[in-house]
């Protein structure tokens, strides 16, 4: 038997802070068109900020269990920190991931960058936008509303082993800290 020549390998940018229930329906949405999937888990180095509360690791926890968990083995994920150059940050990605030719993202700024490297951009879908949305998740956490059901199982129990939501409600109780994330900003801010 010939193998399939593997020619569409994406790559999906996001912070995933935390991995919650429209990330996993853009993951599998996308991973039907993708050979293998490359989830590029970006400002990696930052971490115990109220907009960045998890680690990079802990991030990769996350999005490896669930994925693990829906059956889908055909993916990588890679940490990715910001450099604050725009003009070099698509080489920099390149760099780190394996290689790829579609990107998906919903970064206006993402999207130039990689498109004007060569690369297919397409936009991935929102699913329940309200709801499922980080900056939402992170402040129901924060202020002791209820978030569970709106991350998989599975990022809820890395939360809970790590006492997670403890640590996002201590981090932003305490005044803001100045945190450079002009980043290369692009760990997905859409
Ligand atoms: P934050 O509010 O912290 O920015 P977020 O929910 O936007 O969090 P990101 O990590 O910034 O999550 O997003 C990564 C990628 O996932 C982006 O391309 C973003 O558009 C996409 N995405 C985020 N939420 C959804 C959703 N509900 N449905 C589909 N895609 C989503
Ligand atoms: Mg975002």
Excluded at 85 to 99: K, Q
Excluded at 157 to 184: C, F, H, K, N, T
Aim: hydrophobic residues 35%; glycine residues 8%.
């Amino acid at each position: 038997m010939v193998a399939k020549a593997k020619d569409h390998d994406c790559l999906l940018l996001g912070r995933f802070q935390p991995f919650h229930k429209g990330h996993l329906e853009v993951v599998k949405e996308i991973a039907k068109d993708c050979d293998d999937l490359i989830i590029g888990i970006g400002s990696a180095q930052y971490s115990h900020t109220p907009d960045n509360p998890f680690t990079a690791g802990e991030r990769h926890l996350m999005i490896s269990r669930v994925l693990r968990e829906e059956g889908l083995d055909s993916f990588f994920l890679v940490p990715i920190v910001d450099i604050n150059r725009y003009a070099i940050w698509v080489s920099h990605v390149v760099s780190m991931v394996p290689p790829f030719q579609k990107v998906y993202t919903n970064n206006p700024l993402t999207r130039r960058l990689f498109e004007e490297s060569g690369y297919e951009v397409s936009s991935s879908p929102l699913f329940n936008r309200e709801l499922y949305s980080g900056t939402e998740i992170r402040r129901r956490i924060a202020s002791g509303g209820e978030w569970k059901h709106l991350v998989p199982d599975a990022v809820a129990s890395v939360i809970e082993e790590i006492d997670g939501a403890r640590r996002l409600q201590d981090i932003s109780a305490q005044p803001r800290r100045e945190v450079d994330e002009s980043g290369a900003g692009i760990g997905e801010d859409s």
